[in-house]
């Protein structure tokens, strides 16, 4: 299932980018904990893990380009999985366009209709609600430089 969203932030391309390498920030604005990861910048090859009310999600950054992208390989509960890129383009000294892109792998057989069934539609909304809580952050974080 591929699923993808674009919104233009009103925040700068370094305000975006340290939120989305900076495992405690990513946990903070994902609504998550950080359950392991490294204790600065990811960088690619980095594992990640994310804590959600007794879910376990992980990640490996498998390419990053800085201030312009990142893609990332996640394993969600009930063996579902996703290929994520996150492509990051500067407007203005003070705006930025983010996209972000998703292709879920559902587990085989019957166990993975089921899940397809269940979760299909938080999975093809999946970009935009991350794109929703990233502008809310990024537009009003006030540790962040402007």
């Known amino acids: 299932m591929e699923a993808s969203s674009t919104a233009i932030l009103l925040s700068p391309v370094e305000r975006i980018w340290q939120l989305l390498i900076d495992p405690r920030k990513l946990a903070q604005w994902t609504g998550t904990t ?3 990861g490294p204790a600065r910048p990811m960088i690619a090859g980095d594992h990640v893990a994310l804590g959600l009310g007794g879910l376990r999600i992980t990640f490996d950054v498998l390419d990053m380009h800085p201030q312009r992208g990142l893609t990332l390989k996640s394993r969600l509960p009930f063996g579902l999985a996703n290929h994520e890129q996150i492509e990051i383009t500067p407007i203005d000294a003070h705006s930025t366009r983010v996209t972000f892109s998703s292709h879920f792998v559902f ?4 166990r993975g209709q089921l899940v397809e069934a269940i979760l299909g539609w938080r999975c093809a909304t999946a ?5 929703r809580r990233l502008t809310r952050t990024a537009e009003q974080d006030p540790t962040l430089a402007r």
Request: aromatic fraction near 8%; glycine fraction near 8%; hydrophobic fraction near 40%.
């Open 34 to 36: 950080l359950v392991e």
């Open 127 to 131: 970009p935009a609600r991350s794109l």
């Open 107 to 110: 587990p085989p057989g019957w």
